[in-house]
């Protein structure tokens, strides 16, 4: 198993922590992974994105052109990356961000309510993992066990509180995605 996968999103969407948690999920089941995220002024209000490469063996090169699995949040990231999924890939946006949804039809395409869930639950915060629970729906890269353990290793000690909040967030995106025809 290999996937590679892009988020991209506004900055303050929590793109970079979704990556973030979901390549520690990985390392921490014995995984091969790759993180690159993209630092610099995207991070205040423009588009925001990072690179996730998860594998059973070894990987070559974090640098990627095409992915398996896109995670976009809002409209340009859909028109950046919707042409950079691979034929018979994912691509999973929120209904929120999106004015133009995707009509590709040489892949899966996925949509879930995630501002609208976040907004129900009185907790923007929650957003990031809302998606990261639909994505986890339709493609079991790591377990949720392997997620709760790595939100542990990656938030700070002041934050561990907010853990059952956020794996109950990864729930409801599990119960909220939904495959678009």
């Known amino acids: 198993m290999k996937k590679e996968i892009i988020i991209s999103g506004f900055g303050g969407q929590g793109v970079l922590s979704m990556g973030k948690i979901l390549a520690y999920s990985g390392l921490l089941e014995d995984k091969e992974v790759t993180w690159m995220p993209a ?3 995207e991070q205040r209000g423009g ?3 990072v690179t996730v490469i998860i594998s059973d063996e070894r990987i ?3 640098i990627l052109s095409k992915f398996d699995i896109a995670i ?3 409209q340009p990231s859909m028109d950046k990356f919707i042409s950079k999924v691979k034929p018979g890939g994912i691509l999973i946006y929120d209904g929120f961000g999106i004015i133009n949804p995707p009509t590709r039809k040489d892949i899966t ?3 879930i309510d995630a501002m609208d869930k976040a907004a129900e639950m009185k907790n923007a915060k929650v957003f990031n993992m809302i998606v990261l629970g639909g994505l ?3 493609c079991k890269i790591v377990s949720t066990d392997g997620l709760n353990k790595a939100l542990y290793k990656t938030l700070p000690e002041r934050h561990h509180k907010l853990i059952p909040l956020n794996m109950q967030a990864v729930e409801e ?3 909220l995605i939904e495959e678009v025809k």
């Open 109 to 111: 395409v996925y949509r």
């Open 72 to 74: 976009v949040l809002n």
């Open 39 to 41: 630092y610099g002024p």
């Open 47 to 49: 588009t925001a994105n």
């Open 173 to 175: 995106g599990m119960n």
């Open 60 to 62: 070559s090169s974090p």
């Open 136 to 138: 986890l729906k339709v």
